[in-house]
């Protein structure tokens, strides 16, 4: 996924001579291909990222294009303050890439997940947010970024993530995808934690429960439409993501329903509990430990259905 989401930006820079890219010193061979053939708009700026997003700043308010990229919890909430006041405030075109989201870098500790960070970045105003679901997405979102321009944050993966075993779709940003209709219920996600509700869709269809699976890979601005219409008339409403329970997508879309009228019998959150995870391990292993993954979310929403 990241060597998509970092091919997106070689290939901008090939039709916009203005387009710099900056690291935290955190690369890969997509990297140096853009640091070979584009040398004098490439900058590493070292483990420095409130710097290197003032640095982003000041760049694209004298007129060039930025995208800059690290490790998710130091290019998002170490240099908080600086996102907001440089890079929203001023409306500068800086496009903030952060690899290994959610419990990606999970064998590392505490101070690298990033469970956190969607539900600051999403309070600043101007500020768009997405998280592709795989390598196909995160190219195509980040060249609708680029785009588009103004400030905005992608949340991607941190290896070679396998596409979506399901039908090519449309991807735009903005727009929620339907990746499977359900009767029952309705279950939304984004990023990679959406294969596992995939998985639960798969797992519930043998216990005779429907549940449809809606793609969020646009988390702000958000396709409240498609989010209304998908869980009108559904017995409950579900919302997997890796990330604090509270200020993340379920929060966004209990607001929404709940301000247009629709209270749906159940309505749930699978993230991370409001406490410290505890546990060091690979994804799939804390995905498991924290309940996230398809077969606990399988088990708690047969368990809430019945």
Request: charged residues 25%; glycine residues 12%.
């Amino acid at each position: 996924m990241r060597f998509e989401s970092v091919r997106a930006i070689y290939d901008y820079g090939i039709k916009n001579g203005k387009m710099c890219f900056i690291t935290g010193d955190y690369g890969h061979t997509k990297t140096e291909e853009f640091r070979s053939d584009f040398g004098d708009r490439y900058f590493n700026g070292g483990m420095s990222e409130q710097n290197i997003i003032g640095m982003s700043a000041g760049m694209a308010i004298s007129g060039l294009r930025v995208a800059t990229y690290s490790i998710v919890p130091f290019i998002t909430l170490r240099c908080f303050e600086q996102i907001k006041i440089d890079v929203c405030e001023q409306n500068a075109d800086v496009l903030i890439i952060g690899g290994g989201g959610g419990l990606a870098y999970g064998g590392a500790g505490a101070t690298h997940y990033s469970i956190e960070e969607i539900a600051a970045l999403s309070a600043l105003p101007r500020m768009k947010i997405v998280s592709p679901a795989d390598p196909r997405e995160a190219y195509e979102l980040t060249s609708q970024l680029l785009e588009l321009g103004g400030p905005a944050y992608i949340r991607i993966g941190s290896g070679r993530e396998d596409d979506l075993p399901v039908d090519k779709y449309n991807v735009k940003l903005g727009k929620a995808a339907v990746l499977k209709e359900g009767g029952d219920a309705v279950i939304f996600s984004y990023g990679t934690i959406i294969k596992e509700a995939l998985k639960t869709s798969e797992m519930l269809k043998e216990r005779g429960i429907d549940l449809g699976v809606v793609n969020v890979h646009t988390i702000k601005p958000l396709d409240k439409d498609t989010i209304v219409k998908e869980s009108r008339g559904k017995r409950a409403v579900f919302v997997l993501e890796e990330h604090n329970v509270i200020g993340g997508l379920g929060s966004m879309i209990s607001s929404l329903l709940l301000e247009g009228g629709l209270t749906p019998e159940i309505f749930k959150i699978f993230g991370v509990e409001d406490t410290w995870p505890k546990k060091i391990g690979s994804q799939k292993y804390l995905r498991e430990e924290l309940g996230i993954s398809g077969n606990k979310i399988s088990q708690k929403i047969d368990n809430l259905l019945r």
